[in-house]
C-alpha cells in the first residue's frame, strides 16, 4: 500500500539497500568517500575496489572525482577554483572553473586509463591522479549490480552504473504483497519523481479500488496507468529534480541511464515477469525512443506519444528555420529546471530527509545541477546539419535498432512537437509489431479514450501478457476524461478484449498489425455524439473523438498517389501547367510575422487574414468529389528574391462550399538550404541536406528551383472545396511555433513563378477511390484546425523579365 505518510516516503528512499556502484567518488590518498559513498556505507555497502596511493609530488586534493562513461565529475571544488584535466601522457585535455556549487563536469572524454585531474595555479600541487574514463562498452554493470537494488511504493533513488543517484516515485496497484503487477516506467526531465499524494478529496472513498487516487503520481501516464491497474516508476533524468548529475539533452549518460532504470525495475519482486513497459507523451514519449534503443533486455514495449522524428528538423529548425518559440521556449525551461532547485519541490524532500536520517542525498544531488548543459545555446552554435552532433540525437536514425514492440500515436496540427512525427513510421526496422494511429488534433490528444482504449489492449497483451480487459470503475475514468476534454467521453470497447485466451488475443493483434499497421482517425471533433440536435443541447464541438478510420498497411501509404497542381497567372490551381511566357507573382517579406501566433485558445483558434501584398495565394476550382489525402505534400516552386535568401512558408486549407476556409496543414524552408537529399527526397517529401557545405545563396533576381516540405497530414477534401495554397513569410500558422527569420537592411520582395519557363506546383499524397461516408463538418469543429470566413485575395504581380539560373 501507499507510505502512510511524507515520512515514510523519505524512510522508504534511504533505508532501501542498494547495490554499490563499480566505482565510487575518490581522492588521491585514500579511498575517501564522498556524502554519496557516505550514505552507501550507512546502507550497507563499502569502497573495497578503489584505494589508491597518493603519487609522488601530488598532495590530497579539496575536490572528489567520479569517473564516468566519456566524463569526468567534479564535486567540493571551491567556487571558482580553476581545474584540469591531463590524460596518461601528461598532455592538458580540457581545463574549466568550478560553479558556486563547487561543481564541475568534463565532457567529451576519450575513454581510457591514467587521467588526473589538477588545480591550474603554479603554486598548488594538489591532483586526483590514476582515473579512468569509460567507454559505453566496459561501462555496462553485471546484472547483480540491479538485482541488489530494492524499490519500495513511493520515493525512492536508483543507483546507476557511474555511481549516479536517480529519484523515483513508485506507485503499486495493490498491496505489494499482493504482486507482482505489471509495470510502466515514465521517464523524463520533468518531475515524474515528485511525491505523489491524493488526486481529489471527494474521491478518497475510491480508494481502496484505485490505490492511485490517494498516491497519484505527478506524471500522466502514472495516474493513467494506475487507473489501468498497473504499477508505475516515475524517473526523473540525471541533473533534474532530486536526481544527481547534470542535464544534457538526451547525452549518452542519459540513454544508460535509462538502461539502467528499466533493468532496476525490472528486477524487483513486485514487477510482474521481471519486465517492464514504458509509458508517456512528449518529453517521457521521446525519451523511451532513446531508451529503447540501447536495448535494455528486460525492457518488453514501448508507447511514445506525441513525439519528433528529429531533434533539428522536426521542432527545433524546420526547413532550416530556428523555432524560437515553443522549441527555444521548452529547452531554455528545462534546462532552468535542471538547476539547483530549479523544480522547485526539491527542498520540501530535502527537508523530509533531514527530518528522517539528518542527511539528504536529494540536497548532495544538486552540486552537479548548475553544470547543465544550454540546449538553445548549442543549437544556436550549429546551424546547419553535423552527422556528429545531431544524428545522436535524431530518432530517424536509430529507432530501426529497437527490438520491442512499438505503438505511436500523434496528432497533425500537434502545437508543440508538430506532425513530423510521422516521418519515423517507416523505419522500426528491428521491431517485432508496431501499432500506430494518427489523427486531426493537439499535443495531449494522446490521452484521449479513442487512443488509451488501444494502448490499453497494447500494454496488456505485451506487459501484462493477459486478455485485454476494461479498466475498473470505468465511468470514474470517463468523468476525469470529460473533466480534461471538456466533453462526456465514452471509453471505446477495448480490442481484442472479446478473445477466449490470452494465446488468442496476442496472435490476434499480431495478425492485425501485420496487415495493417497504421489507423488513421479523420474528422475528429465532429463525431455524432458531440453535436447538438436541438438548439438547446450541449454543443461538444471540438472534443477528441473522430468519424471514421482507415487502416493501411505501410507510411507513406502503399496507396498513395501524387495529385499535382500548378499555379497559374490569375491566382487558380490547375492539373494543367501554365502557358505564359513570363509570369509570376510577388510578395513582401514580412519582418513581424515570424513573432505572430494563432490567436484564441484550443481546440479553436482565431486564424487571421494576411495583409494585402503580403502573400501569393492560389485557388484550386470547386471539386467535383471527395478527395481523401494522406501523407506528406511537397510544394515546387520557383522563386526569386531582391535579397540573397528567403524565408518561405506554404499554407494550405480547404475553401468550404459554405464559403468558410479550414486550416489543413503548413511547411517551411529558409531557400539558401534547399538542396535535396538523393538518397531521401521523394516527388512526395522534398528531404534536405541541411549541410553547410550545400548551402546556396540566391542571386538576386533570378528563379531558382526551392521545394518546400508541407509537413504530414490527413485530411478529406469535400466535393464542392476548393484547395487553396498560400505562400508567405513564416508566422501566423501556430500557437505555439514561432520564427527567427532572416534580417534585412531594406525591404525585401520575393517572387514566385507561374510560366511555361518556372512552372511552379503542389503535389498532394492522394488516396485514390475512397468512398467517405461521413457528413461534412461543421467549422469550426475539426480539432485543432482553426476556421474562418473565406476571403478573396489579389495577387501583386511581379516585374517581367528576371533572369533563370542553373542553381
Known sequence: MPPDSMRDVATHALTARSACPRRVTRRVGSAVCSGFAALLLLVGCSDSSDSTAQAVGFEAASFDVRESVEQLHITGAEPGQELAVYDRQGQRVAAGTADDLGGLIFRRLTPGPGYSVRETIAESSAAVQDLSVWSVEESLPETAFYAAQELQPGFNYITTRDGTRLSAYVTLPGPIEEGPYPTLVNYSGYSPSRPGGVLDENLVGFCETLPVLCDAPNHPSGLIGGFMGYATVGVNMRGTGCSGGAYDYFETLQVLDGYDVIETVAA???????????????????SQLFVAQSRPPSLKAITPLSIIAETSSSTLVPGGIYNNGFAFEWANNVVDGAQPYGQGWEQAQIDLEYEAFGYSICEENQQLHAQAVDAVGRALENPYYLPDVVDPLSPSKFVGTIDVPVLISGAWQDEQTGAHFATLLDKFSSAPV???????????????????????????????????????LLSLAELLFEQNFGAPLDFPEIPFSGEQSYAAARTAFEAAAAKNPLRIIFDRGVAPELLPVAPDDPDYRGAPAGVFSMQFSQWPPREQEPYRLYLQPDGALSTNEPTDDDSASSFMHDPDAGQRTFGGGQPFYEWTATSPGKAAVFVSDSLTRDMVFV???????????????ADIEVLLSEVRADGLETYVQAGWLRASQRALDPAQATELRPVKTHLEADVSPLIPGEYVAARVEIF???????????????????????????????EYAEPVTHAVGHSSLYPSSVALPLIPLVEVLSSPPPCPALRGQPCRVFQEYTNTAAPSGLSVTSQ
Open 268 to 286: 524487483q519482486s513486485w514487477v510482474f515477469s521481471n519486465g517492464v513497459g514504458m509509458a508517456g507523451l512528449s518529453y517521457p514519449g521521446i
Open 434 to 472: 508496431t501499432r500506430f494511429i494518427a489523427f486531426n488534433g493537439l499535443h495531449a490528444d494522446g490521452y484521449s479514450p479513442e487512443v488509451l482504449a488501444e494502448w490499453k489492449a497494447f500494454l496488456d497483451i505485451y506487459v501484462a501478457e493477459e486478455i485485454p480487459r476494461a479498466p475498473p
Open 631 to 645: 501523407g506528406s505534400g511537397s510544394v515546387d516552386l520557383f522563386i526569386a528574391s531582391s535579397a540573397e535568401d
Open 712 to 742: 504530414p497530414f490527413a485530411h478529406i477534401f469535400r466535393a464542392g472545396s476548393r484547395i487553396r495554397l498560400q505562400i508567405d513569410t513564416p508566422g501566423d500558422s501556430r500557437e505555439l511555433w514561432r520564427f527567427m527569420l532572416l
